[in-house]
């Protein structure tokens, strides 16, 4: 989104952080599942799919191969990049038509950083802050139009799940200031792990009485140093609501 057409409720919101906090309810966490994004992992999906387009049939132990694997891996993972499956979710009718940050890590080594990243449902990607010096107030914004399913759940991949040495290496954000439409709504507590952090949210959001957009703001209210790198990541924020099913 061009920083020029950012709405002006934003702009005054985003500039004071820190407003209210005392006031605002602190919202913890149901922590899900660890991303697996191993070579092993890589290797399991790609024989997975060989096995599925094999010409002229399986032998026996190709068979039974197949079986573990179906088991192990189900019909609606394609990679396990994944962060939505392709089978009906929340998606299928909802999410945010516009993603943007207050800033971006310029690339490295080829690898984007940008805002899009923060909402690509691929855990092999992820939005970094580009600050120089302290990184507490930047934010990533996600704007819904108006008649977007409700959603009531925000999910959050914490810092970069690639591998334990890249999560451990960067900052990983420990709690976050959720606005709508700049108005402040709670703070969330994000734990210091890999695995998936489900936040329920105090009540529905979207599909306002007045039939404005809606932009959820995430802003940077402190954070879990890295070991090597002082920028901040947070591999993706997505949803879960209803209006769909």
């Known amino acids: 989104m061009n920083p020029w057409c950012i709405p002006a409720f934003l702009i005054v919101a985003l500039s004071s952080p820190v407003a209210a906090q005392d006031t605002l309810p602190r919202i913890h966490p149901k922590l899900g599942h660890i991303p697996d994004l191993s070579p092993a992992a890589f290797g399991r999906f790609a024989e997975f799919d060989s096995l599925l387009n094999t010409d002229g049939g399986l032998t026996v132990e190709g068979t039974q191969r197949l079986e573990v694997l179906y088991d192990e891996i189900g019909e609606v993972w394609e990679s396990p990049c994944d ?41 092999c990607t992820a939005w970094a802050e580009g600050v120089e010096g302290p990184d507490i107030g930047e934010w990533l914004a996600y704007r819904f139009a108006p008649e977007s399913p409700r959603l009531h759940t925000v999910l959050i991949a914490n810092g970069q799940v690639t591998d334990t040495a890249s999560w451990r290496a960067h900052g990983r954000v420990q709690e976050l200031l959720l606005s709508e439409n700049g108005v402040p709504v709670a703070i969330l507590q994000l734990a210091d792990t890999m695995a998936d952090q489900a936040f329920a949210l105090p009540r529905m959001f979207g599909r306002r009485t007045d039939g404005a957009p809606m932009v959820l703001t995430f802003t940077i209210l402190s954070v879990h140093p890295g070991d090597r790198h002082a920028d901040t990541v947070i591999t993706e924020i997505w949803f879960d609501g209803t209006d769909v099913h």
Not at 94 to 123: E, I, K, N, R
């Open 83 to 123: 962060v939505v499956g392709l089978g009906c979710s929340w998606y299928c009718g909802g999410g945010p038509d516009t993603v943007w940050a207050s800033s971006q890590l310029p690339p490295q080594d080829g690898q984007l950083f940008d805002a899009g990243h923060a909402h690509d449902l691929s855990y």
